[in-house]
């Protein structure tokens, strides 16, 4: 983020850097520093080059319907009442800065989630509805084209291991069809999360993925994001249970979505494609991430029957 760019995107909001941009840490769809202005400082959002105007512009609409519902940080409008703003072929969007008082707790994490998955349900962006999460229907069909057009063994290995999966654990195309989709903050986790205080305030940032989707998903996503695969069965029995219970007492999660959830979260993580290799060269650049999502959803379904079973027992 250069100096002369940062200027040009400051003066869109009547501001002046007062001194250097500070990077800040997280985030991988998009760059973010906290600059010192004239009227304090803000955090200075660059999005990433990969979204084009409709995904940045609903990023910024979510981001606002959660800030004015004291769910995010404020978002700073332009001079000309535009949430966001354009120099040099870049998005920018600006909030006010928040010094994080600590790392959240695991279940204040989880009602925060669910008090912004209630807030997200009057979520009306218009015409502006490009989802970056989907789930191809049926689930296997992009694991199946990404396998004819490639000829790399290892790439075809990890592709027929997920059909695997998905015949042995995932769900077909009528379950999916049957659950209920809301909007979702799209990459909720804890490092996705300020917490400030006092008074205590839970505070979502990067609303980069927000979608329409399943939010049963996201809350089995986010506890996965949240925890790692390190925890031994008695610890993550009882985490996820804690954590299912602090969600479901500000949003109750249905039987059904319940009895389905963890399969829910196996099916949109195997059927997953954007991180394999193929003859075109690694998608996205991200072939660390691609292992490590692989690892993460062997641990997963190692634990699937002690993660169903907590599901199902945890009741609102």
Not at 106 to 113: G, I, K, Q, R, T
Request: with cysteine; proline share 6%; aromatic share 8%.
């Amino acid at each position: 983020m250069g100096a002369d760019e940062l200027s040009a995107c400051l003066g869109q909001y009547g501001l002046q850097a007062r001194g250097p941009a500070q990077p800040l840490q997280g985030g991988y769809v998009g760059v973010t520093a906290m600059v010192p202005t004239s009227h304090g400082p803000v955090v200075v959002k660059r999005f990433s080059e990969r979204f084009d105007a409709s995904r940045t512009h609903l990023a910024a609409h979510a981001h606002q319907h959660a800030a004015l519902a004291g769910l995010a940080p404020r978002l700073r409008q332009t001079q000309n009442g535009r949430l966001t703003t354009e120099v040099s072929d870049a998005t920018y969007m600006l909030t006010e800065y928040i010094d994080a008082a600590r790392p959240p707790g695991l279940d204040d994490f989880a009602a925060a989630l669910a008090a912004l998955h209630i807030r997200l349900e009057s979520f009306d962006p218009g015409g502006l509805n490009a989802d970056f999460l989907e789930l191809p229907v049926p689930p296997i069909a992009s694991l199946e084209q990404v396998l004819r057009r490639t000829h790399d063994e290892t790439c075809r290995d990890i592709i027929n291991w997920r059909l695997r999966i998905l015949a042995e654990y995932g769900l077909g195309s009528q379950a999916v069809a049957s659950l209920h989709k809301g909007w979702v903050h799209g990459d909720a986790r804890t490092d996705n999360m300020l917490t400030t205080g006092p008074p205590k305030q839970h505070l979502f940032i990067d609303f980069d993925q927000v979608s329409r989707f399943w939010q049963p998903y996201e809350v089995v996503r986010a506890y996965v994001a949240s925890v790692g695969p390190a925890l031994s069965d008695p610890l993550l029995a009882s985490t996820f249970r804690s954590y299912l219970s602090a969600y479901q007492a500000v949003a109750p999660i249905s039987a059904v979505d319940r009895a389905l959830m963890i399969d829910l979260y196996i099916t949109v993580q195997a059927a997953e494609t954007r991180t394999f290799t193929t003859p075109e060269g690694e998608v996205r650049n991200m072939a660390a991430f691609a292992r490590t999502r692989h690892q993460q959803l062997t641990w997963f379904i190692k634990h699937r029957d002690l993660l169903r079973r907590v599901a199902e027992e945890v009741r609102p």
